[in-house]
């Protein structure tokens, strides 16, 4: 077995303890040895230096990258309030970490420069990316772009946006020692590891398209040419105060925005955070000027349906490979929705993997990022995208 | 006409077909509306009911873990732990007040550093108090935070702070903090019913722990009280025991010391009633005298019994009168001149003796009874001397014979009741044995002392003092000048 998966967790009210309570789960895992890679996904609670420290403690000197979350998933379950360490071994294998921060104002030029330095450093053959943005202040279609400008289509891309338990307020970067923000990590599996990526969210259209008749990268400002919150305040009913008192995510979490894509099943989802000057909404990624939007629902069935999809999906492009473990990306928006039962999602993914002998990792986010395939056969080709209300399952082996 | 109507009949069907379209389209877009707003609502109500199930669950866990212990530190730290772990605080603390100064008493903390807790600590009295008697979940944000608050929560590193009071029956018995580093700017009602609910549960469980505490010391006091009002009982009881005790020895004395004088009598009387004739003239005197000094004996018992009786039971009063001890001293020996025969009776008193205030009668009686017992044990051509100085506050008066003396373990039982020293003096001429007692209660009453110094064969000194007690003849001068002024 060339790959091998720790995962631990903690909800101790010090974070110290918690972070070593944590770790130590995760050598416990990987039968007494430090692991090659560290991924620590957090509430912002935990967000804290000492944290780090705790896990590093036992970790060693191994590379650390993760972010603050809306919650952990674990193999048992998701798990809130809490902070969730996953350790990786590979044999024959290696990882490569990087982060790039003050983001903001550069997104895509920061995304190049991570792709850059992260594939310059690696010394065998690239095989996933795993990113980690900020949710708040960069739009991760942006940030995606410049990684994909640099690092080809040929690696798949997955991962998540940092979150802050629906605060919506300022997300959090782990590197190594550091607590970050407005900054993204990433790590690049190479070598003999091998990952399958599915992403599938389960949300439908109602009502008829609206144009996209003004909006500039993840901003959009008008919906067939009045103001784009408009299709909030049609649909549900609500007064543009009333939106704007409200964290907006918390609405448009429930009714995301969705974009048709050709020779795609489902929708491209984006959820809008803030109601903008005259009426805008800025959304967590890129919306097209000229394409037709519409607005979508969720449900508890075709949600569950969907991430037991993006499970299966992964499984199937792992190639056949035995699988050792899977990450978990899920949107905030999906634990909301799911409500008290958002635990039934991570049971149909573990069963879908095969059972409680994978080992599953993960965080609840704002945004999550994984390829989707066009075309067939032996023209299919892949292409990373920055998705919202989804789940990513990245199946490892 | 056909090729005009021709392209309008085709038309007509097409646009009609699209505007259905279009108008069904619109009907679409309604339903879809209604859709959401319902389907909204609902979540809404899923929300809430979600939050408050998770609310519940919140407090259910602090109860479980705060209601399962007495001991305030676990409770405490307890509850603190509880906001961290079950309600996202980063840091968090509750403090228990000092009952009368309302300080800052007892306190456990989370999350923040302890000087970061000794500044929040700090701000109490300034900040904190004022805000717990204002709200009952009070939150300030440091967007909209007064310039004390800001900077409070500035050197916290916190931006919004909540704070909880705890009371019982309207009194603030103390509060919970829990801070962020996000902004929490408003709650809603049912946040701020939860947090209420919070810390009401703190302040009860707080509550029974003290009222427990409280409890086993007042059961440890009462314990103590009810070993110390036993063993007082128990003393009590003893005293009581010994007062019976020594009332049943008094009584049995009493009867037998009346008994024997009137044995006496009885005998010579019967003797002289039966045998009237035969008994000769100059035995008939005999037993006539003897008569008459068992009688005697037994009106002095009788006296003296009455005197202590008195003397017990506080009925005993003094007359105080200007008095000269010589003088009295003096009166004494022409009493017992007779009885003296051949023992010198001799009044030695300093050149400055003064005059005291006191009963003379009583002085009378303390002398008498003290030079009557020394002639009693005095042998023939010895003397005996009344000493008399000035002596502290009031004078010291000795009675010194050149008698046999009194052992040294008797030396005190002298002044008890009915204690007849062992011996010939003792069993030719009998004394009450309640001369002495007499003696030390009248002296006592006078305010002195008497006790006695003796070794065997060297003679020995009955001393009492006696102070001058000027004040109690003003005394009564005043309360007889005030009687006639009135």
Known sequence: ?397 | MRRIYKPKSKSRPKKKGLNELLKAYDELDRTAKTLIRTDYLLHRANERFDQQISQLHALHRVGSSINSTFDLELILSGISESMTKDLDFEKSGIVFLEKNSQRPLQSAYTGFSSAEYRLFLDSFAELLLPALQQEDVYLQTAAYAPVAWGKLLNSLSVSSLLLLPMRIKSRLIGFIVGARSHVTVRLTDSERRFYAMYASQASTAIENARLYEALGQANLTLEEKVQERTKNLVAANEQLRELDQAKSNFISLVSHELRTPLTAIKGFIVTLFHYDKEIPEDKRRVYLSVLNEETDRLTRLINELLDISRIESGRMEILWRPVSVPEVAQRVFSTLAVKANTVKLVNEFSDNFPQIVADPDKLEQVLMNLVGNALRYSPPESSIRVIGHVHENGVIIGVKDEGPGIAFAELEKVFDKFYRLDNEANRKNPGTGLGLPICRALINLHGGKIWVESEVNQGCQFIFTLPLNADKLEAKVDEASRQAAS
């Open chain 1, 1 to 397: 077995m060339t790959l091998e998966i720790g995962i631990g967790v903690s909800s101790q009210a010090d974070v110290f303890a918690a972070g070593q309570e944590a770790a130590e789960q995760v050598i416990s895992h990987l039968a007494g040895r430090q692991p090659d890679l560290v991924l620590v996904f957090s509430s912002i609670r935990f967000a804290d230096p000492r944290m780090l420290k705790a896990v590093r403690s036992l970790t060693g000197s191994a590379p650390l990258v993760g972010c603050s979350d809306a919650g952990g998933i674990i193999t048992s379950g998701p798990k809130r309030r809490s902070v969730t360490v996953i350790g990786l071994i590979a044999k024959n294998g290696s990882f490569v970490t990087g982060v790039e921060r003050h983001i903001s104002h550069q997104p895509r030029q920061a995304g190049e420069r991570l792709a850059d330095t992260l594939s310059r450093q690696a010394s065998q053959a690239a095989r996933c990316l795993l990113v980690f943005p900020d949710g708040l202040t960069v739009s991760g279609s942006d940030v995606l772009e410049g990684i994909v400008k640099k690092l080809g289509r040929d690696v798949p891309v997955a991962g998540g946006s940092a979150a802050d338990d629906l605060y919506f307020q300022k997300t959090f970067q782990f590197y190594n020692d550091e607590i970050l923000t407005d900054s993204v990590t990433g790590v690049l599996l190479c070598g003999d590891i091998h990952a399958g990526i599915g992403v599938r969210h389960g949300w439908v259209p109602v009502g008829r398209p609206r144009r996209v008749t003004r909006a500039l990268g993840h901003i959009v400002y008008e919906l067939d040419r009045r103001p784009a919150v408009s299709i909030y305040e049609d649909f549900l009913g609500l007064k543009r105060e009333e939106l704007m008192q409200e964290p907006l995510g918390s609405v448009t979490l429930t009714y995301p925005l969705g974009m048709e894509m050709k020779g795609q099943s489902e929708y491209l989802l984006r959820d809008a955070i803030r109601v903008g000057r005259a009426g805008s909404l800025i959304c967590t990624g890129g919306v097209e000027e000229g394409s037709e939007v519409r607005l979508m629902i969720g449900g508890y069935e075709s949600a569950l349906e969907a991430a037991q999809q993006s499970a299966c999906d992964a499984v199937e492009r792992l190639g056949g490979k035995r699988i050792v473990g899977a990450l978990v990306f899920c949107s905030v928006a999906r634990q909301k929705m799911l409500g008290s039962e958002f635990q039934g999602e991570v049971d149909v993914i573990r069963d879908a993997l095969g059972g409680s002998g994978v080992r599953i990792g993960g965080f609840y986010c704002y945004g999550e990022v994984a390829p989707v395939w066009k075309g067939t056969g032996r023209s299919r080709k892949s292409f990373p995208l920055f998705h919202n209300e989804s789940v990513v399952v990245v199946a490892l082996g």
